[in-house]
């Protein structure tokens, strides 16, 4: 069965990166593609960028260039980085199977606060 | 962005009744290659969202046939027949026909 893991801090502080680690287990990340999906507190989501099987990246132009998704084929895990942080990107963070997103994470709860 | 726009928001519903719920588009989803790439979500309280619809219609593994999804062009439909306690939470729908992929706004689904 797939199964997958978010992991990080649930407190950032305003300017700095917030760092997330998605462990996969059940299937490997060099097939298929790998997401980052956020959900905001009053309850809009927000697709945030995939890693392909192959390592190629897409990402949401609304972050601009604030964000990085990487691997480790390894240790079959994809990382989230998002830089420059503000209030507004406090949110659960899910990684997800795509596409569509079949399967998820449990969330992480990541709050920007000084 | 496409904006996807549900409704309605909140959904009282009776256990046993039936529920629908409406998903239009700011543009067509269907794609160069033909397909429909619109797809429903549940999340229910305290867990992560499930895929319950894939491409308009078709029901994901374990999906009960209670779920049906139907629609095209900008306008889909989720319906759920004979409610269950478990169907209640928050619904969303998904476009990923066009970059960046965009959910709906989603819809309460809760008890009358």
């Known amino acids: 069965e797939v199964q997958l893991q978010e992991s990080g801090p649930g407190l950032v502080k305003p300017s700095q990166s917030l760092s997330l680690t998605c462990s996969v287990t059940?299937?490997?990340?060099?097939?298929?593609?790998w997401g980052w999906i956020r959900k905001f507190p009053g309850n809009k989501m927000e697709w945030m960028g995939y890693?392909?099987?192959?390592?190629?990246?897409s990402y949401n132009p609304s972050l601009k260039s604030r964000i990085s998704i990487t691997r480790d084929t390894s240790k079959n895990q994809f990382f989230l980085q998002l830089n420059s942080v503000t209030t507004e990107d406090t949110a659960t963070y899910y990684c997800?199977?795509?596409?569509?997103?079949?399967?998820w994470g449990q969330g992480v709860m990541v709050t920007v606060s000084s | 962005d496409v904006v996807m726009t549900q409704t309605p928001v909140s959904l009282p519903v009776s256990l046993g009744g039936q529920a629908s719920i409406s998903c239009r588009s700011s543009q067509s989803l269907v794609h160069s290659n033909g397909n429909t790439y619109l797809h429903w979500y549940l999340q229910k309280p305290g867990q992560s969202p499930q895929l319950l619809i894939y491409?308009?219609?078709n029901r994901f593994s374990g999906v009960p046939d209670r779920f049906s999804g139907s629609g095209s062009g900008t306008d889909f439909t989720l319906k759920i027949s004979r409610v269950e306690p478990e169907d209640l939470g928050d619904y969303y729908c998904l476009q990923s026909t066009h970059f960046p992929r965009t959910f709906g706004g989603g819809t309460k689904l809760e008890l009358k």
């Open positions: 491409r308009v219609s």
């Open positions: 997800a199977r795509e596409a569509p997103a079949d399967y």
């Open positions: 890693i392909s099987y192959s390592g190629s990246t």
């Open positions: 059940g299937y490997s990340i060099t097939s298929n593609y």
